[in-house]
């Protein structure tokens, strides 16, 4: 790091002290101001949020990462602006309707409170010690190899960066709410493009070009079919990504992840009306197209770099594991002033999908719990319950980050396995409530329920098994079921059951009341409500959700 790489870092942070000094400077009253931001967000500002809040440190080093030690395989994940226009065009106009805060609390207006309950718990679970603790394990080790530093004033790097990234992230959220995640976002996502754009470029060049990435990449064969690093359809006899499982599996998780979860659904409610919402969505998904291009086809770039041993900078590039991929090009590929300009990029993308953890978060323990158990609360009171819990939510993460760094190069896996057993059952009772009329109360509940069971039964089960010292050829239907069936189909069959859970607990259980879910439900909506619906939208909006369909199929047939 040279003198005008921190005269650019520096430019940045002033930069951003602004806009959270403006931010400061608005009045937020209420929870609507804090955790939606006072619900006026333009479509700009709810597209650069939404993808800047995904953008985080599975991309900088899992996707990287990724591509670096199996190609295109991860794709399936990265290439999905299609579900994100599912959000937009399908799910927008209930949650709009509905004036909910958060997603547990449009399953107690469907279904009942348990419902409610339930998915906060797993949602809250899930956030600290996945995504608070992932992001910020991944923070302190990208910071650590773009730096290069080991220790500082006798403390490891690792936890300075680390923790450092979190006070700072979490004074801005803590102190600005949901209006600070927004449009520090609108700052940082530009920046993180051209960054990574950058990185791209640099990378082919060094490399000789994309066909020379491509000849090198399609001559490692990754299974027993003849399958390669390029091919993103697999023979569905590939143990990791079948490409039956991968399709479907992919869509699960994307489904769970773009339509139901609140770290992105509340980017979209905090929109001014149906019509800036569902634009968000639309900008949201051209971005989306991104990822694969700046994160995992640099993580095949420096393969290709390591594998030919090419010379950088007069030096010979060396990819000492996969996960390094992404800060190994960004320390040895950019000139002074460039690479400060990356380390902002990096510096955006952690901070702003860690604020859009702690907002939705905080919004999650505030509205779904502290509020239905005290609902005459001050309204400013709620706001600094807010504040707290993100405190508290902050302290959580930091708490886990020594179990989080025992796993090493596995982060990625870790993430997925995880997201594979928490997404179906979540899914299925989204799925089935918006969908079908008769989804009782009781239905949603048990779905959400059976997820769960099964999703703890199958992550236990990946730890006994994973370490037991069993007799060669030792088989059981547990271990057939819960271990040995691939990840991508267990999740797609999970779906399946989860659903089928709905419909029978729901056939044998009372209906729900007509009054109580309309507008809620496919079928149910009023003539006025179908009207502002259609109002909401034009023929750009269909432009452009073709444009974005036609890209993701031009993206398949590519790399088929």
């Known amino acids: 790091m040279q003198l005008l790489d921190w005269i650019v870092i520096g430019l940045f942070f002033i930069a951003l002290i602004g806009i959270i000094v403006w931010v400061m400077r608005q009045k937020q009253n209420n929870a609507a101001d804090y955790f939606l931001g006072g619900k006026d967000a333009t479509w700009i500002a709810i597209g650069a949020s939404i993808f800047a809040s995904n953008i985080g440190s599975e991309h900088l080093i899992g996707l990287a990462g990724a591509g670096a030690s199996s190609g295109m395989a991860m ?46 718990l797993i949602s809250l679970i899930s956030y600290v010690l996945t995504k608070v603790a992932v992001t910020v394990y991944a923070g302190g080790l990208v910071f650590q190899q773009v730096f290069g530093i080991d220790t500082l004033w006798g403390i490891d790097f690792f936890w300075i960066a680390a923790i450092g990234l979190v006070v700072l992230t979490a004074l801005y959220t803590i102190v600005g709410g949901m209006k600070s995640v927004l449009y520090t976002s609108v700052l940082q996502t530009p920046i993180l493009l051209l960054g990574s754009l950058i990185i791209l470029v640099l990378g082919l060049k060094a490399l000789g070009g994309w066909d020379e990435m491509i000849a090198t990449c399609s001559q490692v064969v990754v299974n027993d079919y003849g399958d390669t690093m390029t091919n993103l359809i697999r023979d569905n006899r590939d143990p990791e990504y079948p490409w039956l499982g991968a399709l479907v599996g992919s869509a699960v998780i994307g489904f769970w992840y773009w339509c139901t979860d609140q770290f992105i659904v509340q980017r ?31 993580g095949m770039i420096a393969f290709a770099l390591s594998t030919r041993g ?15 991929a992404f800060p190994t090009l960004v320390a040895k590929l950019l000139p002074a002033g460039v690479k400060g300009l990356i380390v902002c990029g990096i510096l955006a993308a952690l901070m702003s999908s860690l604020a859009s953890l702690f907002n939705s978060s905080a919004a999650l323990f505030t509205i779904d719990f502290y509020q239905r158990y005290k609902p005459n609360t001050d309204p400013k009171k709620l706001v600094k319950i807010g504040q707290a819990a993100t405190v508290v939510i902050v302290l959580l993460g930091v708490l886990w980050i020594p179990v989080m760094r025992s796993i090493g190069n596995v982060l990625y896996n870790y993430l997925q396995d995880v997201q594979s057993v928490l997404a179906p059952g979540i899914a299925a009772a989204f799925l089935m409530g918006i969908c079908w009329k008769r989804a009782s109360a009781q239905g949603g509940m048990w779905g959400l329920i059976a997820g769960l069971a099964i999703g703890i039964t199958r992550l236990c089960a990946k730890i006994y098994y994973s370490n037991a010292a069993l007799l060669p050829g030792e088989q059981n239907w547990f271990k057939w079921m819960f271990f040995d069936t691939n990840w991508l189909f267990f999740c797609g069959w999970m779906l399946v059951f989860c659903m089928l859970v709905v419909v029978v607990v729901s056939l044998f259980t009372k209906a729900p009341d007509q009054e109580k879910i309309k507008g809620l439900v496919f079928g149910t909506s009023t003539p006025e409500q179908k009207a502002a619906t259609r109002a909401s939208w034009n023929k750009w909006d269909v432009i452009h959700t073709v444009i974005i369909l036609c890209i993701t199929a031009a993206f398949y047939w590519y790399f088929w």
């Open 75 to 120: 794709a399936h994940w990265e290439i999905q602006g299609w579900m994100i226009l599912i959000l937009g065009w399908v799910f927008v106009p209930f949650y709009t309707r509905s004036m909910v805060y958060t997603m547990p609390e449009f399953l107690e207006r469907r279904y009942n409170p348990a419902s409610r309950t339930i998915l906060s």
């Open 310 to 324: 090419i010379e950088v900078n007069g030096e010979v590039f060396k990819l000492s594991t996969p996960d390094a």
């Open 268 to 298: 979209v409610l905090s929109g001014k009306d149906e019509k800036e919402a569902r634009r968000g969505t639309i900008f949201g998904a051209y971005l989306k197209l991104l990822p694969v291009f700046l994160f995992l086809i640099p």
